[in-house]
C-alpha cells in the first residue's frame, strides 16, 4: 500500500500482535514458529477455505453462521474438515486465551487441503490433510476510516459467474480479489469496486457494497459477490426495522448519485465510503443511514453475544 492509502482492514497499531501465539494443526505456537509445509496444497494452489471473525467480550459473533459458509464451502470442494464446529469453536477459544484476549480481537481461520505428497494439482495429492490454522490478532478498526470513508475505484476485474470460480467461495486463493484491489491502488483509490458480469455495481475486493438513496437501501442481487455475513445481517435489519431493503441490478449511474454508500465487512462493520471514482459521496464520513444501521448492527452484535453466553451456559 501507499503511504496515504487505506483498506477496511486498517486497524489501529498493536505492538502486541508480534508476540501472539497461533494455532497450526493442534499446536498453540509462537508466531516465529507457526509454519506451514512448503507442499500445502493452500500454498501451491490456494486450495483451501477461511473464516475471518470477530471476538466480543469472549464470544465469536455470529459463529454459527460463519460455520454455516465454512461447511457449506468445503463440502462444497469435497475438503474434509475432519472437526465438528464446537472443535472449532474450542481451539479458536483456547488460541484467544492463550494471547489473554477477550474482546477487540478478529480470528482468520485457515483450512487447506493439506500436505502433497508432490508438487502438482490433483487433489489426491494432499494425503497429510487438512492443515488448520487460526491466527488470531489484537484488533480494533481504525476509527480514522468512520470520519474519513474510504475512496473506490471501479476495476476491470469482476467477480463472476459461479461456473467459473463461485464468487461464494471464501477461498486461499484471493487473486481474482488482489488484481482488483491493485487495479484500484493504480488508480489512486483505496478499495477496488467491482461490478459483475452484466455491468451492474456487485462487490467490493474485500466487503459487500451497498448504497442510500431516497431512504432506501441497496444493494446487488446477491449473485455474483460473497454472501457476506454483515451483508445478511444488515439486510435483516432493515427489514426487522421498517427501512426499505432492495437487493436488485443497479449500475454506476445510481451509485455516482447515492445519498450515502458503505462497505460491510465482519472486520470494519460497516465502513462509509467518501468517493466512487472521484466523485464524492455524501459528506465523506458516515451518513445519517450508515450512522443508524451501525448502531443497530452494534445492538446485534451485543444481542448475539448474551445469546451465546446463554446457551453456553
Ligand atoms: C470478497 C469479500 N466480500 C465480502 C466479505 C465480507 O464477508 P463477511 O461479512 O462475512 O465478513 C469478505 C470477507 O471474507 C470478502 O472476502
Same mark, same amino acid.
Given at each position: 500500500?501507499?503511504?496515504d492509502?487505506?483498506?477496511?482492514?486498517d486497524?489501529?497499531?498493536?505492538?502486541?500482535n508480534?508476540?501472539?501465539?497461533?494455532?497450526?494443526?493442534?499446536?498453540?505456537?509462537?508466531?516465529?514458529?507457526?509454519?506451514?509445509?512448503?507442499?500445502?496444497?493452500?500454498?501451491?494452489l490456494?486450495?483451501?477455505?477461511?473464516?475471518?471473525?470477530?471476538?466480543y467480550?469472549?464470544? $465469536?459473533?455470529?459463529?454459527?453462521?460463519?460455520?454455516?459458509?465454512?461447511?457449506?464451502?468445503?463440502?462444497?470442494?469435497?475438503?474434509?474438515?475432519?472437526?465438528?464446529?464446537?472443535?472449532?469453536r474450542?481451539?479458536?477459544?483456547?488460541?484467544?486465551?492463550?494471547?489473554?484476549?477477550?474482546?477487540?480481537?478478529?480470528?482468520?481461520?485457515?483450512?487447506?487441503?493439506?500436505?502433497?505428497?508432490?508438487?502438482?494439482?490433483?487433489?489426491?495429492?494432499?494425503? $497429510?490433510?487438512?492443515?488448520?490454522?487460526?491466527?488470531?490478532?489484537?484488533?480494533?478498526?481504525?476509527?480514522?476510516?468512520?470520519?474519513?470513508?474510504?475512496?473506490?475505484?471501479?476495476?476491470?476485474?469482476?467477480?463472476?459467474?459461479?461456473?467459473?470460480?463461485?464468487?461464494?467461495?471464501?477461498?486461499?486463493?484471493?487473486?481474482?480479489?488482489?488484481?482488483?484491489?491493485?487495479?484500484?491502488?493504480?488508480?489512486?483509490?483505496?478499495?477496488?469496486?467491482?461490478?459483475?458480469p452484466?455491468?451492474?455495481?456487485?462487490?467490493?475486493?474485500?466487503?459487500?457494497?451497498?448504497?442510500?438513496?431516497?431512504?432506501?437501501? $441497496?444493494?446487488?442481487?446477491?449473485?455474483?459477490?460473497?454472501?457476506?455475513?454483515?451483508?445478511?445481517?444488515?439486510?435483516?435489519?432493515?427489514?426487522?426495522?421498517?427501512?426499505?431493503?432492495?437487493?436488485?441490478?443497479?449500475?454506476?449511474y445510481?451509485?455516482y448519485?447515492?445519498?450515502?454508500?458503505?462497505?460491510?465487512?465482519?472486520?470494519?462493520?460497516?465502513?462509509?465510503?467518501?468517493?466512487?471514482?472521484?466523485?464524492?459521496?455524501?459528506?465523506?464520513?458516515?451518513?445519517?443511514?450508515?450512522?443508524r444501521?451501525?448502531?443497530?448492527?452494534?445492538?446485534?452484535?451485543?444481542?448475539?453475544?448474551?445469546?451465546?453466553?446463554?446457551?453456553?451456559?
Open positions: 500500500m501507499t503511504q492509502s487505506h483498506s477496511t482492514h486497524a489501529e497499531a498493536d505492538p502486541r508480534d508476540d501472539i501465539k497461533i494455532y497450526v494443526n493442534g499446536d498453540i505456537v509462537p508466531k516465529d514458529q507457526a509454519v506451514v509445509s512448503v507442499y500445502d496444497s493452500g500454498f501451491m490456494g486450495d483451501g477455505m477461511w473464516e475471518g471473525m470477530r471476538l467480550d469472549g464470544e $465469536w459473533a455470529f459463529f454459527d453462521d460463519h460455520m454455516d459458509r465454512l461447511f457449506n464451502s468445503c463440502k462444497a470442494v469435497s475438503l474434509d474438515i475432519g472437526l465438528g464446529r464446537e472443535d472449532i474450542d481451539l479458536l477459544d483456547r488460541t484467544a486465551a492463550a494471547n489473554g484476549m477477550v474482546t477487540d480481537a478478529h480470528c482468520r481461520l485457515m483450512i487447506t487441503r493439506g500436505r502433497k505428497a508432490k508438487p502438482f494439482q490433483h487433489p489426491a495429492l494432499s494425503k $497429510w490433510g487438512p492443515t488448520v490454522v487460526a491466527i488470531v490478532e489484537h484488533s480494533k478498526p481504525a476509527t480514522s476510516l468512520q470520519d474519513r470513508g474510504i475512496r473506490l475505484a471501479t476495476v476491470p476485474q469482476v467477480r463472476g459467474l459461479p461456473n467459473s470460480q463461485d464468487p461464494k467461495f471464501n477461498s486461499h486463493s484471493k487473486l481474482n480479489c488482489v488484481i482488483a484491489c491493485l487495479q484500484a491502488e493504480q488508480a489512486g483509490a483505496d478499495e477496488g469496486l467491482m461490478l459483475d452484466h455491468g451492474f455495481v456487485n462487490t467490493t475486493n474485500a466487503c459487500n457494497f451497498f448504497i442510500v438513496r431516497g431512504g432506501e437501501v $441497496w444493494t446487488s442481487t446477491g449473485d455474483y459477490c460473497m454472501n457476506g455475513v454483515t451483508r445478511q445481517k444488515v439486510i435483516d435489519l432493515c427489514r426487522a426495522n421498517g427501512i426499505p431493503v432492495h437487493e436488485k441490478n443497479y449500475s454506476l445510481e451509485a448519485g447515492a445519498d450515502e454508500a458503505f462497505l460491510t465487512g465482519t472486520f470494519g462493520a460497516q465502513t462509509p465510503v467518501a468517493e466512487i471514482d472521484g466523485k464524492p459521496i455524501g459528506s465523506g464520513g458516515a451518513g445519517p443511514m450508515t450512522q444501521l451501525r448502531a443497530l448492527y452494534k445492538d446485534l452484535v451485543a444481542q448475539n453475544v448474551i445469546e451465546q453466553h446463554t446457551a453456553r451456559g
